[in-house]
Each structure stands twice: as structure tokens, then as C-alpha cells.
């Protein structure tokens, strides 16, 4: 292999997947779970389940790391005459049926010396990211932890020796940013006894016989482990399961109560599988409307999840500010995965393009951290809009007409399309309320850049028209706006709607 390593010739192997891994042949995604995307059931009291994912609401922004034996030739595996064969993605074993004796070996030679936890976390730090979350055990079953259960893992098998989940787990906590951990539930090619539907995602090649597999024998011999493992030697913030494929759900419940009885606070994404967890996901897309139930999306800075050799398709700083900016307008999260090397190294590509997005969160984060969903029902031809909530103590000190204000709503108004006329409007807005325990009230707005806190001018009107339930007391606001942007990939404007008692 070493003398493969020093002569790579890469050759195209014509394959029937994609290199979009989890994409299947009707341009669905193979997320392995037979619920995706319907309403998850809640076994706790909605207080207690936003206790535990306030943190996670407030962030938005993550990293997702897929790393593992697949990164040593970047998803390619040697071939019989030196070539590298392309095995598509970090699925690779399966793609290319390599048998489980024959890819362990690849352990023998990942030495990834290059690997610095605490820049992996600076890297994310520096974009803005809030939490990470690093694969410890993808569908080969190879574990990226020393894990006590099993000797499939990086600290018995490779020449390095090291722990990277113990490392990361340290680095994100001195550095101020939660950890978290993915484990691949449902799929182990590995085990003997992990069966997906039909086979269609086993290892049928070293385990023939998919009628004699039984989950429950895997389950209780490797996933409960692990997971103790997991929850006892890293006390990860979330756990972030990916394919639940053939888990009953009494095995969903029991999984459930063992990390909440380690750890309480834990989050659980739904891919725990039979509709439980904590927050839903969407993979490589954002929904039009978001959803009502907490959500994520998880998504690949290029082409692929696990580093692959030759892509360097990577998204545009715009394109990746756009795309978290329209997540959080929707209420949901964004986790965006990057891969590293098989020597440790997160690509130059993807580091470029993360220090921009950090330059611009670093100006305009106010505008995502520990904000909402816009408020607003048709999306602007502008951009998007995020929300901040604030509450004043009520002081019935007169101030003319009103009393001090009771409340403050911020909106931030984010442009990508910059008006021709430099004239922004809000419709929608609404004028008068009536605030529980207070009264009647009336709001007052003013704007300003947030980069640089310009004033901006504005005017305000009630609507015309026939009144009706639905549109008393809602008006219009045009906000006055500079000539040219501030910043071309979105600039933010705040609108602060202040609300006022009226005294008679």
C-alpha cells in the first residue's frame, strides 16, 4: 500500500451510485429512517425538552466532521494493478465490496500525524461555529474512539494510537464550543448481525445470510456499549445518530433512557429512529416553510461527506451565508460538514471559505445567535428576516402620550438583493396590540445598520382599506436605505419595534 501511496494514479470506476452517497436512484434521500420528516413524539413536557435545547437553539451554526478509514485515499482504494479505484464516498466498503478483512488493513497504515484538535476547533470557532460534531463510528463500524467494547478502533488498530474524540471533546471545551458525537445506528458492516431492509445497505458480502441477522444481538452487543462508552468517557453535549433502519422502538426508548439516565441533558436528534429524539433533520436540503418541531439542517461544503480526492467543488462563502441565513429565517439549525484528510488536515478549500464566513459573522452574528423565525407569512424578494425578543420592565413613568416601553422586538432584515430605489418595505407590520396584564399598546420603530450603526430613516403607515380582524391594527414600514450595500453578500439593516402603553 505504501508504495501505492507514492505512485497514485487514479482511475474512474464507472459506477451505479452517486457520489452523492445517500442519494437514492428517484433523487430521494437514503436517510435509512422510515420517518423521516413526520412529526416526532414527545415523551417529556415541551419545557423540559426546550431546557435542554436552549443552548443548541441559541448557536444555529455547527460544524459536522465525517472522518474515518474512508479518508486515507480520499474515498479511493487501491486496486489490483496500483490504481486507485474511486469508491464514490466514504461508503465505499460497501460500494466496492471490500471484504472486512482486506479494508481493516487500512488501519494498518492511518497514521494521520497532521491532526491538531485544537485547530480543527479554531477553524471552527473562527467561522462562527458553535458546536461540532465528529463521526466516531460511521457504517464501517470502524470507531474513532478508544472504545473498551469492541478493538474495530483507532486506538488498538492504527500506528497512531491516539484518541481524536477524547482530543476534539477537550479542544471544543477549552475553546468554549459544545461537542457532540455521530453514530451510525442502523448500519455496521462491521457486525454480523446488522440488517437493513431487503440488504439493501448490509454487508452481504463477508455476511451472505441476511435472514440469520438479528439486531437485537448487535444492539446489545455493541450499540448499548459504545453509547455508554460515548455518554461516560466524552459527556457529549448531542448525539447525533444517523440510519435507525430495522431499531423497534421499545430498542428507540431504551436507547433514549440510557443516555438521559448518564447524561440528562444530552440532546438526541430523531434518527434515533421511531419518531423520538429531540429535533428533526433534513440532509442536503432547507425546507420552503421550516417546520414547527425543532430542526437541522445538515449539509456538505462540496460534493461529499467523507474527503474525496479531486473535489474541490466547494460552496461560496454567498452561498453558504445565504443558506444559513434562510435556515434560521425558518427556525431550524445549520450543521455544515467538512473533511479531513487521512493525515488530519481539514482541506485549504474548505478553510478559506469558512475564515469568510466567519469575517461576516463576526460583524453580523447579533443577527443569528439566539434568534428565531421571521414573523413575517410571504418571504421578501429582498432577503430573509431573523427575530430577537426583548422585554422591558414595565415603568409607568409617562413619556408624553406613552408610558416607557414594555416590550422590544428586533428584526433583522437581511439583504441579498439590494432595492433599485434603496427603499426596503416591511408590510405585515403590525401597529397596535394588546399585551397580556398591560393593555392596550401602540409600537414605535427605529432602524439602523448593524455593521456600523447608522440611523436610518423611516415612515410608517396603517393599513387602508377595509379593516378586518386580520389586518387591525397592521401597517407598513419603508425604511430609508443607503445607495449601496455595505456588504454585497448580505447586509443588515435592524428594525426595533418598541412597545408602548397608551395612557388614557
Same mark, same amino acid.
Given at each position: 500500500?505504501?508504495?501505492?501511496? !507514492?505512485?497514485?494514479?487514479?482511475?474512474?470506476?464507472?459506477?451505479?451510485?452517486?457520489?452523492?452517497?445517500?442519494?437514492?436512484?428517484?433523487?430521494?434521500?437514503?436517510?435509512?429512517?422510515? /420517518? !423521516?420528516?413526520?412529526?416526532?413524539?414527545?415523551?417529556?413536557?415541551?419545557?423540559?425538552?426546550?431546557?435542554?435545547?436552549?443552548?443548541?437553539?441559541?448557536? $444555529?451554526? *455547527?460544524?459536522?466532521?465525517?472522518?474515518?478509514?474512508?479518508?486515507?485515499?480520499?474515498?479511493?482504494?487501491?486496486?489490483?494493478?496500483?490504481?486507485?479505484?474511486?469508491?464514490?464516498?466514504?461508503?465505499?466498503?460497501?460500494?466496492?465490496?471490500?471484504?472486512?478483512?482486506?479494508?481493516?488493513?487500512?488501519?494498518?497504515?492511518?497514521?494521520?500525524? /497532521?491532526?491538531?484538535?485544537?485547530?480543527?476547533? !479554531?477553524?471552527?470557532?473562527?467561522?462562527?461555529?458553535?458546536?461540532?460534531?465528529?463521526?466516531?463510528?460511521?457504517?464501517?463500524?470502524?470507531?474513532?474512539?478508544?472504545?473498551?467494547?469492541?478493538?474495530?478502533?483507532?486506538?488498538?488498530?492504527?500506528?497512531?494510537?491516539?484518541?481524536?474524540?477524547?482530543?476534539?471533546?477537550?479542544?471544543?471545551?477549552?475553546?468554549?464550543?459544545?461537542?457532540?458525537?455521530?453514530?451510525?445506528?442502523? $448500519?455496521?458492516?462491521?457486525?454480523?448481525?446488522?440488517?437493513?431492509?431487503?440488504?439493501?445497505?448490509?454487508?452481504?458480502?463477508?455476511?451472505?445470510?441476511?435472514?440469520?441477522?438479528?439486531? !437485537?444481538?448487535?444492539?446489545? $452487543?455493541?450499540?448499548?456499549?459504545?453509547?455508554?462508552?460515548?455518554?461516560?468517557?466524552?459527556?457529549?453535549?448531542?448525539?447525533?445518530?444517523?440510519?435507525?433502519?430495522?431499531?423497534?422502538?421499545?430498542?428507540?426508548?431504551?436507547?433514549?433512557?440510557?443516555?438521559?439516565?448518564?447524561?440528562?441533558?444530552?440532546?438526541? /436528534?430523531?434518527?434515533?429512529?421511531?419518531?423520538?429524539?429531540?429535533? *428533526?433533520?433534513?440532509?442536503?436540503?432547507?425546507?420552503?416553510?421550516?417546520?414547527?418541531?425543532?430542526?437541522?439542517?445538515?449539509?456538505?461544503?462540496?460534493?461529499?461527506?467523507?474527503?474525496?480526492?479531486?473535489?474541490?467543488?466547494?460552496?461560496?462563502?454567498?452561498?453558504?451565508?445565504? /443558506?444559513?441565513?434562510?435556515?434560521?429565517?425558518?427556525?431550524?439549525?445549520?450543521?455544515?460538514?467538512?473533511?479531513?484528510?487521512?493525515?488530519?488536515?481539514?482541506?485549504?478549500?474548505?478553510?478559506?471559505?469558512?475564515?469568510?464566513?466567519?469575517?461576516?459573522?463576526?460583524?453580523?452574528?447579533?443577527?443569528?445567535? *439566539?434568534?428565531?423565525?421571521?414573523?413575517?407569512?410571504?418571504?421578501?424578494?429582498?432577503?430573509?428576516?431573523?427575530?430577537?425578543?426583548?422585554?422591558?420592565?414595565?415603568?409607568?413613568?409617562?413619556?408624553?402620550?406613552?408610558?416607557?416601553?414594555?416590550?422590544?422586538?428586533?428584526?433583522?432584515?437581511?439583504?441579498?438583493?439590494?432595492?433599485?430605489?434603496?427603499?426596503?418595505?416591511?408590510?405585515?407590520? $403590525?401597529?397596535?396590540?394588546?399585551?397580556?396584564?398591560?393593555?392596550?399598546?401602540?409600537?414605535?420603530?427605529?432602524?439602523?445598520?448593524?455593521?456600523?450603526?447608522?440611523?436610518?430613516?423611516?415612515?410608517?403607515?396603517?393599513?387602508?382599506?377595509?379593516?378586518?380582524?386580520?389586518?387591525?391594527?397592521?401597517?407598513?414600514?419603508?425604511?430609508?436605505?443607503?445607495?449601496?450595500?455595505?456588504?454585497?453578500?448580505?447586509?443588515?439593516?435592524?428594525?426595533?419595534?418598541?412597545?408602548?402603553?397608551?395612557?388614557?
Amino acid at each position: 500500500m505504501k508504495k501505492i501511496l !507514492s505512485a497514485i494514479c487514479i482511475a474512474t470506476f464507472v459506477a451505479a451510485f452517486s457520489s452523492h452517497a445517500q442519494v437514492l436512484a428517484n433523487g430521494e434521500i437514503d436517510t435509512g429512517d422510515a /420517518n !423521516s420528516g413526520k412529526k416526532l413524539v414527545q415523551t417529556e413536557s415541551p419545557d423540559a425538552v426546550a431546557k435542554r435545547l436552549q443552548w443548541w437553539s441559541d448557536a $444555529r451554526f *455547527g460544524m459536522f466532521i465525517h472522518w474515518g478509514l474512508y479518508s486515507q485515499w480520499g474515498c479511493h482504494y487501491p486496486g489490483t494493478n496500483g490504481e486507485l479505484i474511486n469508491g464514490g464516498s466514504e461508503h465505499m466498503m460497501q460500494h466496492l465490496k471490500i471484504p472486512l478483512k482486506e479494508y481493516a488493513k487500512i488501519a494498518n497504515i492511518f497514521n494521520p500525524t /497532521n491532526f491538531n484538535a485544537d485547530e480543527w476547533v !479554531s477553524i471552527a470557532k473562527n467561522a462562527g461555529m458553535k458546536y461540532m460534531v465528529i463521526t466516531t463510528k460511521h457504517h464501517d463500524g470502524f470507531a474513532m474512539f478508544n472504545s473498551p467494547s469492541s478493538d474495530f478502533n483507532i486506538v488498538k488498530m492504527t500506528p497512531w494510537h491516539r484518541d481524536p474524540t477524547k482530543e476534539l471533546a477537550d479542544a471544543c471545551a477549552k475553546q468554549g464550543l459544545k461537542f457532540g458525537v455521530y453514530y451510525s445506528l442502523g $448500519r455496521d458492516w462491521e457486525d454480523p448481525d446488522c440488517p437493513t431492509k431487503a440488504g439493501y445497505r448490509s454487508n452481504t458480502w463477508d455476511y451472505t445470510n441476511e435472514d440469520a441477522k438479528v439486531f !437485537s444481538r448487535y444492539f446489545e $452487543r455493541k450499540v448499548k456499549p459504545q453509547i455508554t462508552e460515548l455518554m461516560t468517557q466524552y459527556h457529549p453535549a448531542l448525539i447525533w445518530f444517523d440510519t435507525p433502519e430495522e431499531i423497534s422502538k421499545a430498542e428507540s426508548e431504551e436507547l433514549v433512557a440510557l443516555i438521559h439516565k448518564l447524561q440528562p441533558d444530552c440532546i438526541i /436528534n430523531s434518527r434515533v429512529g421511531n419518531r423520538l429524539g429531540d429535533y *428533526g433533520v433534513q440532509e442536503q436540503k432547507i425546507p420552503g416553510s421550516g417546520d414547527t418541531q425543532p430542526w437541522e439542517t445538515c449539509m456538505t461544503l462540496n460534493g461529499h461527506w467523507g474527503y474525496f480526492l479531486g473535489d474541490e467543488n466547494w460552496k461560496s462563502p454567498t452561498n453558504v451565508i445565504h /443558506n444559513l441565513v434562510d435556515i434560521i429565517s425558518k427556525g431550524g439549525n445549520y450543521l455544515l460538514n467538512v473533511g479531513p484528510t487521512g493525515q488530519g488536515i481539514i482541506p485549504q478549500g474548505a478553510v478559506k471559505d469558512l475564515d469568510a464566513v466567519g469575517a461576516w459573522m463576526k460583524v453580523n452574528g447579533e443577527s443569528i445567535y *439566539g434568534t428565531s423565525a421571521s414573523p413575517m407569512t410571504n418571504t421578501p424578494s429582498w432577503g430573509r428576516v431573523t427575530k430577537k425578543m426583548g422585554y422591558v420592565a414595565q415603568d409607568t413613568t409617562t413619556n408624553g402620550t406613552y408610558a416607557k416601553p414594555l416590550a422590544q422586538t428586533n428584526l433583522y432584515l437581511h439583504i441579498f438583493n439590494w432595492p433599485k430605489d434603496s427603499k426596503l418595505i416591511m408590510p405585515e407590520m $403590525r401597529m397596535t396590540t394588546s399585551l397580556a396584564g398591560a393593555g392596550p399598546c401602540v409600537a414605535e420603530f427605529t432602524a439602523h445598520l448593524l455593521a456600523n450603526k447608522t440611523d436610518l430613516k423611516l415612515t410608517k403607515q396603517y393599513a387602508t382599506g377595509v379593516v378586518t380582524n386580520q389586518n387591525a391594527g397592521m401597517g407598513v414600514v419603508t425604511i430609508d436605505l443607503p445607495s449601496k450595500p455595505l456588504d454585497p453578500i448580505d447586509t443588515v439593516v435592524v428594525l426595533e419595534q418598541k412597545w408602548y402603553l397608551i395612557l388614557d
